[in-house]
């Protein structure tokens, strides 16, 4: 089956400590994007990226940074940087041209610094 | 600029009733509209969307939308709401046409479906 797959499902972040989610699909999607979500809270963009080797910064950029050698892989990284990473971060795909289909999300990775 | 309004945090409905959750947009050019759902610790699921055509969209689980161009308008119904439908909501819009092909999302309305 197609789709969207995050991993880990929970993360836990020492002080400090640089940490990579991952984010794989199979859709032969052409863009991909990451979302931070607090409680409570809508999608804030993080990074996203329409091509391979290209990304673009989102809203919330700071403390974060992203890779896309592959067209099925967009991993992030929240640095040490970012203070206050403990957040539910999503990872999503599209086709790109038009996008009438909307975007496909994965199940997302809970971050939480200890 | 692009938008995305979801005036209601929370809607409240005893279950049998029917719903609406309400969403506003502007865009220039015309829109691509899109209903989401979250259930907790979820990724986001598609529930339905609006391209051309017919204003009024069925989507999954009974869930109906409909376009209104003059109120720029997109309002997420359902007749008879189950407890099961409590979840949060995401109202997005794309403009065809624009400079960018990424969706623009609402804060999300939490829908509390009480048996």
């Known amino acids: 089956d197609g789709g969207i797959t995050q991993s880990p499902k929970y993360l836990f972040r020492k002080e400090g400590q640089n940490v990579t989610l991952s984010c794989e699909q199979n859709l032969n999607h052409d863009a991909m994007y990451w979302y931070r979500q607090d409680p409570g809270q809508g999608l804030r963009l993080i990074y996203y990226s329409q091509i391979v080797n290209d990304f673009q910064k989102g809203d919330i950029a700071e403390g974060y940074s992203v890779s896309r050698e592959k067209k099925e892989s967009f991993p992030l990284t929240v640095t040490s940087a970012q203070k206050n990473p403990t957040a539910f971060y999503l990872c999503a795909s599209s086709i790109l041209q038009q996008n009438v289909y909307g975007y496909t999300f994965g199940s997302g990775t809970r971050l939480t610094v200890v | 600029a692009q938008s995305v309004a979801q005036p209601e945090d929370q809607v409240n409905v005893a279950e049998g009733n029917p719903l609406t959750v309400k969403c506003t947009y502007s865009?220039?050019?015309?829109?691509?509209l899109f209903w989401y759902v979250q259930y907790p610790n979820r990724g986001l699921q598609f529930l339905l969307k609006?391209?051309?055509?017919?204003?009024l969209v069925k989507g999954s689980y009974g869930f109906e939308a409909e376009f209104n161009k003059s109120q720029t308008s997109f309002h997420l119904k359902k007749p008879s709401a189950l407890v099961s439908d409590s979840a949060l909501y995401f109202c997005a819009v794309r403009s065809y046409g624009g400079a960018t092909n990424k969706l623009i999302f609402g804060t999300g309305t939490l829908l509390a479906v009480q048996p």
């Open positions: 865009v220039s050019g015309n829109p691509y």
């Open positions: 609006y391209i051309t055509g017919d204003n």
